[in-house]
T-cell receptor, first 116, second 113 residues
């Protein structure tokens, strides 16, 4: 089965500073990787995906992620953090089920706190 | 743009009762997924449907059943509710041509007392 790991439960960063939220993956075959963000009592919002192509993927709200095959990582980044970026971030990987479906397997989530 | 609609948004039930959660996918999306997110947990895949047929099954209890209807909406039926079923239940939808892109609804928060 495919899996992703988020080694940090929480990341704190000052507003205006760059942020990185880490994710590593373990897959067989080519990985389909995703980042989602969840605000309190809200659903999961899609940020970006890596399917194939350029290793640097640009997504919504100024976020980007770097796919690194040799390090099996897919870290989420933003050059300048905003207080409004404070939320729970999930890394996810497409996992082919027995029926051929495209279920997502999520990491445990990283709480990002951006402070003034 | 239209998003995934889930109803109800909040539901309170007692132990041993039944609950039905509804999901209306984005127009033209033919695949629906259900996920369960317990308190402080990551979302866990329950079940999915493509063109009204079950496509995959995850860690869904036997007390739960689901189906997708001809208009592509889906319902998750939960019986003999237990306290441990209290969670946020997400529905997601995708279009088969880009099946790896799942768009999530706002979730239904189920509280079992």
């Amino acid at each position: 089965a495919q899996s992703v790991a988020q080694p940090e439960d929480q990341v704190n960063v000052a507003e205006g500073n760059p942020l990185t939220v880490k994710c590593t993956y373990s897959v067989s075959g080519n990985p389909y990787l995703f980042w989602y963000v969840q605000y309190p009592n809200r659903g999961l919002q899609f940020l970006l995906k890596y399917i194939t192509g350029d290793n640097l993927v640009k997504g919504s709200y100024g976020f980007e992620a770097e796919f690194n095959k040799s390090q099996t990582s897919f870290h989420l980044k933003k050059p300048s953090a905003l207080v409004s970026d404070s939320a729970l971030y999930f890394c996810a990987v497409r996992d082919r089920g027995a029926g051929g479906g495209n279920k997502l397997t999520f990491g445990t989530g990283t709480q990002l706190k951006v402070e003034l | 743009a239209a998003g995934v609609i889930q109803s109800p948004r909040h539901l309170i039930k007692e132990k041993r009762e039944t609950a039905t959660l509804k999901c209306y996918p984005i127009p033209r999306h033919d695949t629906v997924y259900w996920y369960q997110q317990g308190p402080g947990q990551d979302p866990q895949f329950l079940i999915s449907f493509y063109e009204k047929m079950q496509s995959d099954k995850g860690s869904i209890p036997d007390r739960f059943s689901a189906q997708q209807f001809s208009d592509y909406h889906s319902e998750l039926n939960m019986s003999s509710l237990e306290l441990g079923d209290s969670a946020l239940y997400f529905c997601a939808s995708s279009f088969s041509g880009r099946a790896y892109e799942q768009y999530f609804g706002p979730g239904t928060r189920l509280t079992v007392t």
